[in-house]
């Protein structure tokens, strides 16, 4: 038995509160701004009044502790306002997926039972259609960029920035339990309804601190510190940005929002403000790299983290000649994300652009007070190595304690005390992630199993080869072959065909680095690869248009 007292009666320890991540910074660095698409800019002195104001409003709006206010809106000022001023009153952000399907917007913000939403102007339309299915609903703000507002038949409380002005900037914000919800968002789900996902102060702000040190303590030429400017080109409504927004008010870096993703605004933002540091998943590096005016936009010293799926090789090759600085980074909805990232270790051969590219494409190293393990199908942990492959699964202080108002769903996800990541993995020698598939990816040819991940990091590397995703055909005699939809570079197309491709392929065969019967693989050209709202490969999409199918499909003769 202790007999030391946990803290003394009359003093309680300070919560972990969002709020705290201001405390520094408002005396810090005031005078530093935050851009919104060149149409407005703040310092953090007014950015911080604009929170009281925000409270003010929230509070007019009847909104109270536990609420859920909902918001649809892109990138930008007001969304970093959203952040941080609906938490710190103690009510729950709800952020809306906006790509999403009408039914499962109406789907989400039911489920989460918003009680206010704050709308951009162009997603009047689709709200106005499913008012009637929104009970919960008692109040509607619109979100201008413009001056004029909209035609709607919405009622709307207000706009915005009138309603900010109509009130004072003084707010007394106050002190609760660490462990009160602050945020909610749902996954867009593979199969069924979209799933809640929430995060409490205690998380975020745990969050904040574990990634901002593994940004701010490698000495490398990818990390986030002082004299950066911060431009993210992940949805604000997708797990918080990846949670970098906080980390970067914090740190009371510049910060440049972007509104609407439109790639010559991004490139022309990029050279206006000096951008050194943002996140996306690869198909936005892939478009940014590849827009007519890329060639012309200096992207010399831009540091940027690859996350929401694996990095190719080919990818992280072509952004280095770019003079793109380049790390990847690993994590998922559940886990806050950033829970791994790919910086070489001490003594990696920093100097050697092979040796580094092999390293930034790993899955990543766990960040600052994450554990991962992997597990084999009867939840025993697998020694390191790459023969030792199982599911990965996690813990750390941050992670989701489960899904909103699903409790059977909650329990299978932390079965055995950890989180299930559902990704394929094992842990290298080294000590690294490698992640070789998700469970539902890996390709079942005649009792093997093969990566989808794999096959694409190779054929990547093809110079003539934009954009790949491989999955399993179904098969009467293997059980599945890998099917390959490739989108060619534009001065590949009409020269490069699936036999050179394939033959290209084969060179990894031969030289063991992927799995012999990858031969099986059938390869075909098309013009896109379809999405989900969040910009990954949409492999769902494509094994059920592969399912449909009649007649064989395209693919390179042996």
Known sequence: MQDFPLFPLASPPAPLLIKNLLDRVLTWAPQQTIVYRDLREFTYAEFFQRLQRLANVLRALGVKPGDRVGVMDYDSHRYLEFFFAVPMIGAVLHTINFRLAPEQIAYTINHADDQVLFLHADFAPVTARLRAELPSVKACVLLLDETTPPESPLEFAGEYEALLAAVVPHFDFPEFDENTVATLFYTTGTTG?????????????????????????HADATSLRQGDVYMPLTPMFHVHAWGVPYVATALGLKQVYLGRYEPHLILG???????????????????LLHHPTSPGTDLNGWKVLIGGAALPKGLAREATARGIHIVGGYGMSETCPIVAVSFPKPGAPAEDPE????????????????????????????????????????????????????????EHLWRGGWLHTGDVAYLDNDGYIRI???????????????????????????????????????????????????????????????RELMAFLRGFIDRGAIHQRAILTMIQITETIPRTSVGKLDKKRLRADLQALRGPVPKAEG
């Not at 205690?202 to 040190?213: F, P």
């Open 355 to 410: 040796a580094r590219l092999e390293i930034s494409t790993r899955t990543g190293f766990p960040t600052l007070m994450v554990q991962a393990a992997v597990f084999d199908p009867e939840c025993r942990p697998l020694p390191p190595g790459p023969e030792n492959v199982g599911e990965l699964v996690l813990r750390a202080p941050w992670l989701t304690t489960g899904y909103f108002r699903q409790p059977a769903e909650s």
């Open 436 to 498: 070789t598939d998700r469970l539902k990816d890996v390709i079942k040819i005649g009792g093997e199993w093969i990566s989808s991940l794999e096959l694409e990091n190779a054929l990547s590397q093809h110079p003539g080869v934009k954009e790949v995703a491989v999955v399993g055909r179904p098969d009467a005699r293997w059980e599945e072959r890998p099917h390959a939809e490739i989108v060619l570079h534009e001065a590949a197309r009409g020269t490069v065909n699936a």
């Open 193 to 217: 309804q979209p799933k809640g996902v929430f995060y409490t102060h205690r998380q975020l702000v745990l969050h904040s601190m574990s990634a901002g040190w593994t940004f701010a303590a």
């Open 269 to 287: 933002l990029i050279t206006r403000h000096h951008v050194t540091f943002s996140h996306c998943v690869p198909a936005i590096l892939q478009m």
